[in-house]
């Protein structure tokens, strides 16, 4: 079994280092121990600010970026085929600058404040160095896609003048640019990276220690006593987990690859082709990006964008997120009956109670950071509330391990109920009755639990050691120590994966940034709304000459469709963050002339939700879908098979977007509980129709016209309005029926 788990690990840091890190320098020695120090250190600041207050802007967000761009410099090679041993003498010296130049405005502070506009010499050669810094930074850690499309607005701002047209602007010096960009809060230091420095680094660390505590395997064995049992089961319970794991992993590929690795040889294992197994992680954990709580960094970006409390963005985000995963669901529920897979056997599913009785104490962080979250407290108090309590439950589950070691198994029971739940027991009351700070009541949380070990262990085991006492103060001193341990690591490990995020919303600052100087964004925006109105205009010139009666009111969903296509290209090897970011600067304004009849929050609600999924959908569409080849890897499948197949399984997903545009009461905006049960019902119905037209079985095999009806009848049911309803469910009613008939008299001929 240690085995087993080693070759995983492999396998897991093998495929993040293809699809997604870019190829990270495996460290020993000296060089070792500094990288791990600046990391361990670059997350006590964060940690520090987000608990305690968050010093100036124009000092919290250099001091962020910088510790990224060290760390960046130190791992990452500046090409895949250079050595990965060892830190070369030029990434040093680049290091080295990175931490000078942005300590620069730092420590010359005041003197930047009181003379904004008007930089030295010295201030735009540290400003130029810096933004050359981040384009290789950002290259490094997330591939040449973003760098290029940074790079190309930088050089817009500067040679726009030269430009045709709509898109021609003044045209900006090269000092003017590096000053707006290094020196101002629209830049480089801009909303991306103010998000990232308050929120997404928090939830990051979060999920790094949570993933310490063993959160995964309980999750894992949650959904193999949820969906084990069913047809199909390993492929159901890959989409419940990779659901609730990816919602705090934040990536596709990192979620497919860290569920993947159990998940995928298991489906294979019950009857999947390896392809279908493959696309199945990769729709599953792409989703989890779009799931509630936690939705990674573009989400609370778009609080920032908006203007919005979080709270809203998870509500908007929860029945979207549903009915994605319901399609993923349904369409391999019936390619498990399509296939007559079985599900797994009684001996191979967890026993519920033992679970929630030995690990169920994990599940606390995530009930108090909803509980944060629902009660309306700041973003930052639930992140920071969630990682205090995640380090006090790794503690109270250590204490029950360790001062246990050689106990028989009742007195280990007894151990978890009295070094775990009842100090829990008292943390959350006092927590939820809100009468003493976090802090204090973490520490009289670890206290109490302390002294009911000692007592019980002094009880139970007076007659077992010649000292006692001292035995069990060992104990204790053993559980401290594998805590902070702990600790530390997920500290460590909470650094890494912020690099790639971290240097994509710095990077997104470019974008912002010059958007906001030349005004494109606005010029973007009225060529899409253009193109739009005149492909319209050019359709309907058409069909009055052929059919007159039929004529094109809006060109709102040409709108829509040229938007979701700039998101999957520019999605194709760009992070889901900076692609939001791009495409929320950009294409999202030209949804707002359509939108007026909402107000504007709503409108920019529906527009920015609309752009934030097709942006995380690009990691599923080919020709470049990461996450599918990143689970192609694992499951040993054909890559493009697996992302065809995945972009398949996830067709719901692309229909939902232009779906909730046209109904946003699915997002909660003119919410009508009566109006609101309707749409959720009818869009429910809907996706399994599409499931089973997509897979092609229903009660029994579809034939080529009950798919293309059936098809048709769940894009009647997704598309809101009563008539479509109506025709959409006597369609497929009309389907089932004759299903249910055919399968009636095939029964009866294996009868006779």
Known sequence: MPDENLHEEKVVEELLDKYERGGKRKLQGISYFIVKIIAISFSIFQFYTIGFGLFPPQIQRP???????VLIFLL????KKAPKNKIPVYDIILSIIVAVVFLYPVIFYEQLIFRPALPTLLDLIVAGTAVILILEGTRRATGFPLMLIALLFVLYAIFGKNMPGLFAHRGYSFASVVDHLFYTLDG???????????????FILFGALAEKTGVSALIVNLARIMAGRAPGGPAKISVITSAALGTVSGSS????VTDGVFNIPLMKKTGYKDYFAGAVEAAASTGGQIMPPVMGAAAFIMTEFIGVPYVRIIWAAVVPALLYFLGVYFSLHFEAKRLKLRGLRKDEIPNLKDELTKRGYILTPFIILVYKLIAGYTVMDAAFTSIISVILISFLGEMAKTVTRDFDEKIKILFLYVSIYIPLIFFLILFFSSVIDIIPLFFLTILLSII??????????????????IEVIK??????????LLTIDGFEEGAYTSLSVVAACASAGYIAGMSTLTGLALRFANAVVTLASGLKNWLNSIFSSILPIIQIKSAMSFTLLFTAIACL???????TTGNYIIMAIITAPALAPFLTQYDLTASMLIAHMFVFYYGILADLTPPVALAAYAASGIAGSEPFKTGFTSFRLALAGFLVPFVFVYNPILLGVNFVLSEAILAYITAIIGIIFLGASNIGYFIIKLNFYERILLFIAAILLITPGLKTDLIGITIGGLIYLSQYLKNRKIVGVKNV
């Open 452 to 469: 009911l070990c000692f007592l019980v262990f002094r009880i139970k085991s007076s007659q077992n050691y010649k000292n006692p006492n």
């Open 63 to 69: 001091i962020h970026v910088g510790f990224a761009m």
């Open 569 to 575: 290209i520019l999605g194709m090897g760009i992070p």
């Open 253 to 256: 590929v990192a979620n497919v």
């Open 188 to 202: 480089i230091f801009g909303i991306p990276v103010s998000v990232s420095t308050k929120f997404v680094y928090a």
């Open 76 to 79: 990452f090679p500046v090409t």
């Open 475 to 484: 104990r204790i001193g053993i559980v401290f120590k594998n805590t902070i």
